[in-house]
């Protein structure tokens, strides 16, 4: 178990077993990387003060090395660059397996009434696609509308939404599931737009149940399953017309503002219901790329796509001392930073400390704080009956 936990933390620290063994002897502590490699494999236990020096070199906290994951993550689909480097796409892969497994704990803790998983819609052409995302709206019950938060959308309705901060600039976004709960990792370095087209394209990953007799590869159905998640066929036409010899900058920069889609992904739009022709979407997208809106579209889209399900649920669990903040802050640190959960000291044991104590104990505390309780003033609320009910 430990040695495990141990491979993961330095996975997550993005070094090798020799940066690691490097790292520790300029602390005083000599090892080597086949040492560290016994550790990991299980073949030799790690002492105490390797373990207390090793959470400092690979910025974990000590107990996360004695956490026992229960959950496994199967990946279904990583969008990045060639260039990104393997050691970086596993750094990407365990913090999200740590963080779902943490969701996925405090959901347990919080809602243990079943979840309704997503549709599995199968897909072969890119008509398929785009009717799949009408049928997935319909499910959620979102209408046509255009969408304002995607991913308090998704988390509501049971898709687990993770973050992550890419520095690289070749990382897009990462699917997966963990016990039939769906997972979907989007890099927040991008523009909001480009999170929302590449959370809805996690989503279509998640969803499609892609015939493997396609001529269509799966990115390119999921490519138009996000854009219809986003801009239904009939908005599009509404917004843009049946058959144009030309699209406006300026219209586009207004219908990127209203659905959070981008400029680029409009015109591809425009393009693949037939709206503008090939050619012109051809034009079009050079004169695009030669204004150099391809890294920096002129008008940004302002909505708001932080994924907040894991703070909130995190935040309430500690306060009912359903969890421990140790829990919390061994994956995600700074979750419980606005609170001072941390230093917060009382008198009296919280909900999970009483489980904890044998019976003497508990009823000795329990009988203190029934006391205290008969000396307060609670203000007396009248319950409605039926009648009350029915009156209404």
């Avoid at 199967?74 to 779902?100: M, P, T």
């Avoid at 996690?202 to 799966?218: A, C, N, Q, R, T």
């Avoid at 809106?293 to 302002?302: A, D, S």
């Avoid at 307060?376 to 009248?382: S, Y």
Wanted: charged share 30%; hydrophobic share 40%.
């Amino acid at each position: 178990m430990i040695g495990a936990r141990l491979r993961q933390a330095r996975l997550l620290a993005g070094m090798t077993q020799k940066e690691v063994a490097n790292s520790l002897g300029e602390v005083g502590y000599d090892i080597t990387a086949a040492a560290i490699s016994k550790y990991e494999k299980s073949q030799s236990f790690p002492p105490a003060q390797f373990l207390l020096l090793a959470s400092s070199v690979l910025d974990v906290p000590s107990a996360y090395f004695s956490h026992q994951p229960a959950k496994t993550v199967e990946w279904l689909a990583f969008r990045c660059r060639k260039r990104l480097s393997q050691r970086e796409r596993n750094k990407i892969k365990v913090f999200a397996s740590d963080v779902a497994e943490l969701q996925i704990e405090l959901r347990e803790l919080l809602y243990p009434n079943p979840e309704l998983p997503l549709p599995s819609l199968p897909v072969a052409t890119l008509d398929d696609a785009q009717n799949a995302a009408g049928q997935l709206r319909k499910l959620w019950k979102v209408g046509d509308r255009p969408l304002d938060n995607l991913v308090q959308t998704a988390e509501d309705r049971n898709v687990i939404v993770i973050g992550w901060k890419d520095e690289t600039g070749l990382f897009d976004g990462l699917s997966g599931q963990c016990d039939g709960r769906p997972i979907a990792v989007i890099n927040t370095n991008v523009p909001t737009d480009r999170q929302r087209l590449s959370l809805a394209h996690e989503i279509g990953h998640l969803v499609m149940d892609v015939d493997e007799k396609s001529e269509f590869d799966e990115e390119q159905l999921a490519y138009r399953f996000a854009a219809a998640l986003l801009v239904p066929e009939d908005h599009a036409y509404r917004e843009l017309g049946i058959r144009r010899n030309h699209l406006n900058w300026g219209e586009l920069e207004s219908l990127k503002r209203k659905y959070g889609m981008s400029m680029a992904a409009w015109l591809m739009r425009g393009r693949d219901l037939g709206i503008i022709t090939e050619n012109r979407y051809i034009e079009m997208y050079k004169e695009f790329s030669s204004r150099g809106w391809r890294t920096q579209e002129p008008e940004e889209y302002l909505g708001d796509e932080e994924p907040l399900q894991l703070r909130q649920m995190a935040q309430r669990a500690v306060a009912e001392g359903l969890i421990s903040p140790d829990r919390v802050t061994r994956v995600a640190v700074d979750v419980l930073e606005s609170e001072s959960y941390l230093d917060r000291k009382s008198e009296y044991p919280n909900a999970l400390e009483l489980l904890e104590m044998d019976d003497d104990e508990r009823d000795m505390w329990m009988s203190k704080m029934f006391e205290l309780a008969e000396n307060m003033e609670f203000e007396v609320f009248e319950a409605y009956g039926q009648e009350d009910l029915e009156a209404w």
